[in-house]
């Protein structure tokens, strides 16, 4: 398990048990920031890491097993950062593919994920400028190798993207 804290100094293990390290070691460019909203969520939300001068901005995660399926989960808390209130918009990518694009809000956080089986022996995870205005930001980046018999499909150039999670009667968080 690889789970990044983008922006964040210092390493930590959060009240689940997922130890959490910096970013510093897998990407070169960006500046690291804390929100405003200090304490409303998990410690790894409290810091973003945001790309004022790039277009586009890459994670490389290096030593993954090729063509087994990883899952990466990208999460982003805006936390009015920037204290301009004006949440931003920008498009999200993995190994060059087009992932989503991420409509960030005021009001609470957002995570997407992907599963795939990478082609190459490094996973590469980027946020992309769509407008001048919009400055892209990260604020956690997850990679979990699967079990192969996890989401089996008919090929390796298979991806699944998450559209929905529910937790049907459970009362705590589900991980």
């Known amino acids: 398990f690889l789970s990044l804290d983008c922006g964040g100094t210092a390493n930590h293990t959060d009240r ?28 790894e939300f409290n810091s973003l890491r945001y790309f004022p001068s790039q277009k586009k901005s890459c994670y490389v995660i290096r030593g993954v097993v090729r063509g087994r399926k990883h899952m990466i989960r ?21 190994d060059g593919n087009s992932w989503m694009n991420v409509n960030t809000s005021s009001g609470g956080s957002l995570s997407w994920e992907v599963i795939y089986a990478p082609k190459r022996d490094n996973i590469t995870v980027c946020v992309a400028r769509t407008s001048p205005q919009h400055i892209p930001f990260i604020s956690t ?18 991806a699944l993207l998450q559209w929905k999670r529910t937790a049907f009667g459970a009362k705590d968080i589900v991980r």
């Open 16 to 43: 689940l048990g997922i130890d959490w390290v910096g970013d510093d070691g897998y990407i070169k460019t960006g500046k690291a920031t804390q929100v405003q909203n200090l304490g409303k969520y998990s410690q």
């Open 74 to 94: 990208a999460s982003f808390f805006y936390g009015n950062y920037n204290q301009k209130s004006s949440p931003p918009s920008f498009d999200l990518q993995f």
């Open 141 to 158: 980046l997850e990679i979990r190798e699967l079990d192969p018999r996890m989401y089996n499909t008919d090929g390796t150039e298979d």
